[in-house]
């Protein structure tokens, strides 16, 4: 896994052989009572299927809270990202959540997205 910073978002990148997924989340007070999703453009040319965003989201939300509980602490998710043609299934995205917040937590380095090779750079 790659752990990246980029425009405000904390970024976890995970390829596993044809499998890929990438999940961006801003940490902070939620604009809504649920977090703003943002589907980013695909890459390259695979098809996987369409991802539900509804329970991309859940899901998200599931890993967030699972590592609170395990850290004692209260992160909340503001802001989701995730790229269109990324490889199911969403429960996928729980363990990245999961490992976003164990790793800011623990202090961990997220590398300036200008210098991450294939993160997309959305502003």
């Known amino acids: 896994m790659q752990f990246v910073r980029s425009n405000g ?41 369409e991802l539900d965003e509804e329970h991309l989201v859940d899901a998200v939300l599931e890993g967030v809270e699972a590592a609170n509980a395990e850290l004692g602490a209260a992160y909340r998710v503001s802001h989701v990202r995730y790229v269109e043609d990324d490889s199911p299934p969403v429960r996928t995205y729980t363990l990245l959540a999961y490992r976003v917040v164990r790793h800011l937590h623990a202090g961990g380095v997220f590398v300036d997205g200008v210098q991450a090779a294939g993160v997309p750079q959305v502003d």
Do not use: A
């Not at 976890?12 to 989340?25: A, E, S």
């Open 9 to 49: 978002y904390l970024t976890v990148i995970r390829i596993t052989g044809p499998k890929h997924n990438l999940l961006g989340l801003r940490i902070g007070e939620p604009v809504t009572s649920r977090p703003v999703c943002e589907r980013l453009p695909p890459v390259g040319c695979c098809k996987h299927g």
